[in-house]
C-alpha cells in the first residue's frame, strides 16, 4: 500500500573502488579442476546507480528525487557543442560517402 513505484539500483563500483581481486576455483565433474576464476569483490558503500533513462516510470522517479540528482549531464560545455555537432556531422557524410562510392563499385 505504501509501495508508489519499483525501481533498479545498481552498486557503484567506480566510486567504491571494486576490484576483480576474489578468485574461485573451477570445479570439473565435482573436482577442482586447478583452474581458478576472479570475480568482483565488492567493497560496502552506501551509493548507487539508478539509471534514470531507461525506465517505463522515470517520470515517477525524477518526481521522487531532488533535481540535482536528476539533471542531463552535458558531454559537451555549451560552447564546444556546435563544433562537436559539426565534426560529428562532417565525419558521419563522410562514412556514408565512402558505403555509397563502395556499393557503385560493385555494381
Known sequence: QD?????????DCVLAKC???GKQALMQE???SGVFDAFIEHKPIDRFVINTHAFH????????????L?????LY??????AKHTEFA???RRKQAEIKAR???KK
Open 103 to 105: 556499393a557503385e563499385q
Open 30 to 32: 565435482r573436482v577442482e
Open 77 to 82: 560545455p555549451p560552447e564546444e557543442r556546435r
Open 3 to 11: 509501495i508508489e513505484f519499483l525501481y533498479n539500483v545498481q552498486h
Open 57 to 68: 516510470n522515470a517520470h515517477l522517479l525524477r518526481a521522487s528525487l531532488d533535481h540535482s
Open 70 to 74: 536528476v539533471v542531463p549531464v552535458l
Open 19 to 21: 576490484t576483480a581481486s
Open 90 to 92: 562532417q565525419t558521419l
